[in-house]
């Protein structure tokens, strides 16, 4: 099993502000399949990206995903208000799929 | 818009099975994959299954004893069943549509179930 670790678990910043959220595997990820989500209290998560780099239609360019192999980094440029969630890593190359602990951004 | 909704009794006796449905609309099942995760409350997320619509499963190793993923394309539906529970099987069950290569791109609301007597 791939197991993802996520860091930091919290990011304390202001609206304007880039956020750089890390997640890192235990193996190589195949084919970076690697997808970030967003999820905000009482909601379902969101595709944010998906291959590591890719944005689904609908989702804001500010966010940005890079990395390859086993670390991954997901970019936010400029933090909007309703930017402020908690944000998961999934790596769906090998089963089980798996998910990161997660990272919360709140607004300092 | 693809849209899925879980449905299901929102509360489990503990030893007993808990049966989920997740009802798609807005485009037929008969493509993709459609999967399970659940969050117990207040923690992250965890890959329970997923099912083909021709019926090929694979699940998570540390659940695979205790459920069955099975699909009813005439319904465009699929569901969940997890036997013997406890109360570490309380949490929020989501549904969503797995597209393979590109994640999972729609998700239901989820829905709590909470294992109790």
């Known amino acids: 099993e791939i197991v993802l670790t996520q860091s930091p678990g919290t990011l304390s910043l202001s609206p304007g502000e880039r956020a750089t959220l890390s997640c890192r595997a235990s193996?190589?990820?195949?084919?970076?399949?690697l997808a970030w989500y967003q999820q905000k209290p009482g909601q379902a998560p969101r595709l944010l990206i998906y291959g590591a780099s890719s944005r689904p239609t609908g989702i804001p360019d500010r966010f940005s995903g890079s990395g390859s192999g086993t670390d991954f980094t997901l970019t936010i440029s400029r933090l909007e208000p309703e930017d402020f969630a908690v944000y998961y890593c999934?790596?769906?190359?090998?089963?089980?799929?798996?998910f990161g602990g997660g990272t919360k951004v709140e607004i300092k | 818009q693809v849209q899925l909704q879980e449905s299901g009794p929102g509360l489990v006796k503990p030893s007993e099975t808990l049966s989920l449905t997740c009802t798609v609309s807005g485009g037929s099942i008969s493509i993709f994959y459609w999967t399970w995760i659940r969050q117990p409350p207040g923690k992250g997320l965890e890959w329970i299954g997923h099912?083909?619509?021709?019926?090929?499963?694979d699940y998570n190793p540390s659940l695979k004893s205790r459920v069955t993923i099975s699909v009813d394309t005439s319904k465009n539906q699929f569901s969940l069943t997890l036997s013997s529970v406890t109360a570490a099987d309380t949490a929020v069950y989501y549904c969503a549509r797995d597209v393979g290569a590109r994640g999972f791109d729609f998700w239901g609301q989820g829905t709590l179930i909470t294992v109790s007597s």
């Open positions: 099912i083909f619509y021709t019926g090929s499963t």
């Open positions: 193996q190589s990820v195949r084919s970076s399949y």
């Open positions: 999934q790596q769906y190359g090998s089963s089980p799929l798996t």
